[in-house]
């Protein structure tokens, strides 16, 4: 009975699409029905897929993501991978996870299970069960649909990687059978990684939670049902269009609150859903601030926020691991009952999350292949919207005098690290999950906000904005943002994404040279006619009076990274004169000479810190007769200490 009414309300759900003005076109719309066993850490599924094969051919096969057998044992390639950690939490014995097909067939009966096999596409690994096809019995045309009736049972695992329990905390991420995304008639469908998040196309869903009567729930979309059953459970009922994922939580120990927020311009109509942990009850302001705080940089910065909800989810305590992870219009952030008010980790992690609604959720590039299309798009989100609620200078710390701020946070990370890896690559082709993160996250981001001091504040608006309306909904690449990049722009930009994205050196420039000297008036044999000083040089001044001391100031400029970029540079010399010269950055060194009455006192390359992306400061000035002062030890200890943690947690 269960079947048909799954299949009785997939028709309704589809015939309704045009009736509720869905926003895509749904590739892979899904109505699963689940029932929560929280002894056994289980759900009992069953899903109604119903999908369109999008592409130009007939397709044969078909790809599954069956996410949850990422945890069924220590062989596979996320375990593998991550050396049985994620994140810093390890995985318990006997806490697996996995999922099991007990039923796959056509609507019309042909029954494919038979026909299903596990596949590893980017490792061969045979231990890995993370991808699934199925061989149709005939193939399906191009804009074509099929619809499958899906029976499974997922066994959640002790979490410490985003989904799964902890005592009676549940967090169901990736949960349930899920199809790949056919691009050009090729599947993409890869296997779950260590260092990687998800991709899939857009539809509707309408999904069936039962629960204990004890549970709260929160979930992807709108709750438009409920109903109390006779054996103590209670069924919630969830909706939502243009979404490319589906993901749930229940613990007894929610409190739920709900707040309606609005925007004038532009307009915003949503409801704030908090679900906190009764132990974290006193940070519950602080996750609501951020939210409206991330509802308004986003909405203002990119577009409205369109869907009617918006849940946050706080984890347990002991269920960190699941804290700091994004889903269509559900997030979950993270704090502890104790995180002092200065440490702003509950507020960077929910406006970074709820940003993924952003970058991931509406623009739903691959975070496979070029995770930082989300991640870095949203960290340099995530610093803008940090600096402007929480202080430019102080934004991630500000406690017992010492203060942080986004940039510094982000540069800290880029400024240490070995440079094993470009930014663009295969989530899972990175040397090790730090270096997924700096390259992705953190310089990424800086990447983008060198761009936007270079082109300035109006353009990077302009470009942000383009790309966010031209790509929601759909599955930009690395080559889509550079064309938006560029027409907006009116400018050539190939050559700085080919150097950033491309190659995994540095941005380095330093004062390599600062001298002057004396110069006298006159020395040794000149002819009659030339009694002024010899020099002549395009930038010197007016040549001195006989009787004043004269000097010639020289200034070396040294890139010392392999990566070029346009620098400013500030001279000041020793009776107040500032120059302020440009240099393309090209060459490896530029050298600066004036013959003057004053001399060099100093030199400053880039003085408005403007290119974020340079990874040391402090060989960007120098000053005449002194070293350069020592970089603070203790204070960079401290920091790298703090983004351990922060890395460690956030998604
Ligand atoms: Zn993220």
Not at 557 to 564: H, K
Request: glycine share 8%.
């Amino acid at each position: 009975m269960r079947k048909r009414v799954s299949v009785i309300a997939a028709l309704a759900a589809v015939a309704a699409m045009p009736l509720f003005g869905s926003l895509t076109k749904p590739i892979a719309s899904y109505d699963i029905r689940a029932r929560l066993l929280p002894d056994e850490k289980k759900i009992e599924g069953s899903e109604v897929l119903t999908w369109l094969n999008d592409s130009g051919a007939p397709v044969s096969e078909l790809r599954f993501h069956l996410y949850l057998n990422a945890f069924k044992n220590n062989r596979t390639t996320f375990m593998k991978e991550s050396g049985g950690s994620h994140r810093g939490f390890m995985a318990e014995d006997n806490r697996w996870g996995y999922i099991t097909i007990d039923r796959f067939r056509i609507r019309d009966g042909s029954d494919l299970a038979p026909a299903m096999a596990f596949l590893q596409p980017d490792d061969g690994n045979a231990d890995d069960r993370t991808v699934m096809k199925v061989d149709l019995p005939s193939p399906l045309a191009a804009q074509e649909t099929i619809v499958l009736e899906i029976g499974f049972t997922a066994k959640l695992p002790k979490v410490f990687a985003r989904s799964g329990f902890s005592g009676d905390f549940f967090m169901a991420g990736q949960w349930f059978p899920k199809i790949g995304v056919l691009q050009d008639g090729v599947w993409n469908c890869h296997q779950y990684h260590a260092n990687s998040e998800f991709f899939a196309d857009y539809g509707t869903y309408h999904v069936e939670i039962t629960v204990p009567q004890k549970f709260i729930v929160g979930a992807t979309g709108q709750r438009t049902g409920q109903t109390v059953n006779a054996d103590g459970t209670r069924t919630e009922v969830y909706d939502q269009e243009d979404v490319h994922d589906f993901a749930w939580t229940a613990c007894p120990d929610f409190v739920e609150f709900r707040e309606p927020y609005s925007l004038e311009e532009p307009r915003v109509e949503t409801e704030m859903i908090l679900l906190v942990h009764r132990s974290h009850l006193k940070q519950k302001d602080r996750y609501a601030q951020a939210l409206r705080n991330g509802l308004e940089f986003y909405s203002r910065n990119y577009g409205p926020y369109p869907y009617p909800t918006i849940t946050l989810v706080d984890p347990a305590p002991g269920a960190m691991a699941a804290g700091g992870m994004e889903y269509p219009t559900l997030f979950t952030s993270m704090t502890t009952s104790w995180m002092p008010r200065g440490v702003r980790l509950p507020e960077m992690v929910t406006i970074h999350e709820f940003g993924h609604g952003y970058w991931y959720g509406l623009v739903g590039s691959n975070e496979f292949e070029e995770a930082w299309l989300d991640e870095g798009i949203n960290t340099y989100s995530e610093i803008k919207a940090m600096s402007k609620y929480y202080g430019k200078d102080r934004s991630m710390i500000d406690i017992a005098g010492l203060r942080i701020g986004s940039v510094d946070y982000n540069r800290m990370s880029v400024i240490g690290s070995r440079r094993f890896d470009p930014i663009l690559k295969k989530s899972w082709d990175f040397i090790n999950g730090s270096s997924y993160a700096l390259n992705v996250y953190s310089k990424a981001g800086l990447m983008l906000l060198t761009l936007e001091k270079w082109l300035g504040e109006d353009v990077m608006s302009r470009l942000m904005k383009t790309y966010f309306e031209r790509w929601k909904f759909r599955h930009p690449t690395s080559e889509d943002f550079i064309r938006v990049a560029e027409e907006v722009s009116g400018k050539d930009l190939r050559w700085y994404f080919d150097q950033v994205l491309r190659s995994p050196d540095k941005l380095d420039y330093a004062v390599s040279g600062l001298a002057a000297e004396e110069i006298s008036a006159g020395e040794g044999l000149f002819e009659a006619a030339a009694k002024e000083p010899p020099a002549k040089d395009a930038n010197a001044s007016a040549s001195p009076e006989p009787m004043l001391k004269a000097y010639r100031s020289e200034i070396t400029i040294a890139r010392l990274g392999e990566w070029f970029f346009p620098q400013e540079i500030r001279i000041i010399f020793d009776d107040g004169e500032t120059i302020r010269e440009t240099w393309d950055g090209r060459d490896r060194w530029k050298r600066f000479v004036y013959l003057k009455t004053s001399k060099v006192v100093s030199a400053e390359i880039d003085p408005d810190r403007k290119v974020v992306l340079d990874v040391n400061y402090a060989n960007n000035s120098r000053v005449l007769g002194k070293k350069r002062p020592a970089v603070v030890k203790a204070a960079l200890g401290f920091v790298t200490w703090l983004q351990g943690l922060f890395t460690l947690i956030s998604f």
